[in-house]
Every structure is written in structure tokens, then in C-alpha cells.
């Protein structure tokens, strides 16, 4: 039975998504499996499979209703809105019509990765809907804010999670599904990995008695912690393409932000232009990648048998001075060889022969110029 709520009076349309914690790619792995283990033997803690998808909150109330994205959109100013764009939208929307109803899930698509469910929701409506004719997207709820015009972000994670079943009852929707949570016992890594032998991205896991707190990670950073597979052994590959960065910033940031571009004259500017911005003057913000001319990351390959070339994914995160070095010198690490890292192999665009696979979450670990040469970085060595 859930306990201390409130009437609505927050503006969910304008909140901050909290934040979940995930592990530094620098912790290692004998620390992750540590920690992990005092969260299973404090008792404290349940888990929830984690969907390879775009996390989403549903707002319905008496005014207005939106399925928002986590993105700042660049037309609005504002969180994103794909309402329109899935197809399970007026079931859910039909189901609450007491107060405000606030529900986070996950948008996925069975047997593809969330980089298709995103290429799919930046369609134009009308293109969006049609790609899903054979396969539409389908919607995972994981928490539940507020219901039927009472406030529960303050109750307890373990309580707020028992409306799920009812929520998706009501929806009466089959593209609409619950996550099912587990106690994280002596049993976890079992589980784990049999939710990685099956496809499963990982894992997602709440302290009991965590409140949602928006724009924070909880109380505590390991309140909330995304599990999440590592490839066991590195991988060799080369630079095959140069990624420009993304020009238009859409983070959190704007009222802050100091890098903006004159789209009429195109100078770049340092500066506080949030107020022209908001009023529709001529400034965008721009990302510091653009702003500086740097990529925003590097294309690697590895050869088939055959010596073709197979791209294998885009690995961001690179250094300041790195970036710099791809800017003023591209054609001198245009086929350099690099060990990546990363959370796992994809083969859910794979053929027979391993084509189509990619590396998720991928980081770069070195450099390897006069170590390898790109002719060792085949495809056979990732599939051994």
C-alpha cells in the first residue's frame, strides 16, 4: 500500500530525469564485482533486466499529455516529444484520466539495439510509423511517479515499483510490458548471466528505500547503478573514418552555456546568448567539438577474411589533445591501428559469418601506430 503522498504540484514537463549511476570505465573490475557483492549482502537492493532502448517518461494530465525523451530538443527548448510517433500512445493516454500520471519506461525495439529505436524516433512522423508496419516499437515501464493525481516520487522504489503490474494491467496494451524486479541475492550473477546469454543489455539496480530525486543520482551514487556486460578480452582494430562532432549542443546546460554560433553570419562566440536564444534570435549553442573543430569520434574496422573492410563501431570519448591531433593531422591515423574496450559484442545485425556485428559502449584503451599494423586486425580474432 503506498504511503506519503501528495497532490501534483510539480511541473513534470520541465523536470530534470534523474540519473543513474554506472561504474567508471577506469574502476576496475575486481572493485565493480566487489562492491556489487556488498550490495547483494546488504539485502538492500533489487534488480530489473535493463532494455537495450531509449529511456522515455510518460506525462498524462487533465491539460496536456507528452512522451518525453531525455534530450533537450532544439526546436522547442525542451525535453523531446514522441508521442506521435508509437503506436501504443492513446492506450495509455485513454487509461489515466484522474490528475497527473507520470511513468518512466524504456521505447525499444525486439532483436535491434537503441541506436535503431533512434533512428526510427528522429524520423518525421509519418516516416516513423511506417518503419514499424512489421515491428512496432514496443514500451518497458520501470518506475512510476505519480498516478491518478497523487505524487509518490518521495515513496520508497520498493513501494513505488508495485503499481507496474497495475499500471500495465490498465493499459491493456501488447506492446506495453513491466519490468519484473528481483531481490539481489547470492543468485544475481546467475542471473546475470543468463540475461547476457540471451541477448539482455544488463541490468538495472535500486536500493529498496531510494526516492527519486530529479537531475540527481539519489542520496547516495550507488543508489541507483547500471549493470552492464564487459568484453572479456580487448579488441584490435584501425581508423577507417574521421566522425565530425555534432554541431547543435542539447544538454541540460543552456541557461549556462557559453558557446554559441550566429546562424546568419556563422562566427563562433563566447559567450551568454541563453535570452536571445529562448526569444528565437539568431544564436544556437554549439557543442565544444564543433566549437574547436574537433571530431566527435573515430570509425574503426577490422578485415574479413576475404580483406574487406568491415566497419565495426564509432568510438567517442576521446581525449582533448587526441581530437586535436585527428583535426590537424587526419591522415596520419587514418588506418592506425587501436585496442578498443567496450560493454559487449552485438550481433543482432549479424549474418553467418559475423558481418554486421558491433561493439557496444566502446572505448578506446590505446593507441598501437608502431605497435600492429592494421592487416592483424581482423574480424577471425574478435569471433575466436
Known sequence: MLVKVKENKMNYFESEPMKYFAPPSTMSAETRRA????????????????????????????????????????????????????????????????GTTVILGEVYLPGAIDKDVGSILRCLTPKALTRQKNNPLRWRIFDVLALDGMDIMNVPFEERIRCI????????????????????????????????????????????????????????????????????SEIDAFISGIVPGERVYTGKDLGSWQLWENQKSGEKLVGSYYGEYRTGGTYIPITKNY???WPGAIQVS??????????????????????????????????????????????????????GISIRHPLLKRIRENDISKEDCTLAKILS
Not at 501504443?88 to 493516454?93: A, E, P, Q, R, Y
Not at 526516492?211 to 542520496?219: C, D, F
Open 165 to 232: 503490474p497495475d499500471v500495465v494491467k490498465r493499459i491493456n496494451s501488447p506492446l506495453v510490458e513491466g519490468v519484473t524486479y528481483y531481490d539481489m541475492d547470492e543468485t544475481f550473477f546467475d542471473k546475470m548471466g543468463e540475461i547476457f546469454a540471451a541477448g539482455g543489455e544488463g541490468a538495472g539496480c535500486y536500493r529498496k528505500g531510494s526516492v527519486y530525486i530529479p537531475g540527481k543520482r539519489g542520496p547516495h551514487a550507488w543508489d541507483t547503478v547500471k549493470v552492464k556486460q564487459e568484453i572479456s
Open 35 to 98: 562492491k556489487l557483492e556488498q550490495m547483494i549482502d546488504s539485502g538492500d537492493y533489487l534488480f530489473g533486466l535493463k532494455t537495450d532502448g531509449n529511456w522515455s517518461r510518460a506525462i498524462i494530465t487533465p491539460e496536456r499529455n507528452a512522451l518525453q525523451t531525455r534530450g533537450i530538443s532544439t526546436v522547442t527548448k525542451t525535453y523531446g516529444e514522441i508521442q506521435d510517433k508509437v503506436l501504443f500512445w492513446n492506450d495509455v493516454c485513454k487509461t489515466f484520466t484522474k
Open 302 to 355: 577490422v578485415y574479413d577474411n576475404n580483406k574487406n573492410e568491415i566497419p565495426l563501431c564509432k568510438v567517442s570519448g576521446l581525449t582533448e589533445d587526441f581530437k586535436t591531433e585527428l583535426r590537424d593531422n587526419p591522415e596520419r591515423w587514418i588506418g592506425c591501428p587501436v585496442t578498443i574496450g567496450g560493454m559487449m559484442v552485438s550481433s543482432a545485425k549479424a549474418d553467418s559469418e559475423g558481418n
Open 291 to 293: 566549437f574547436n573543430n
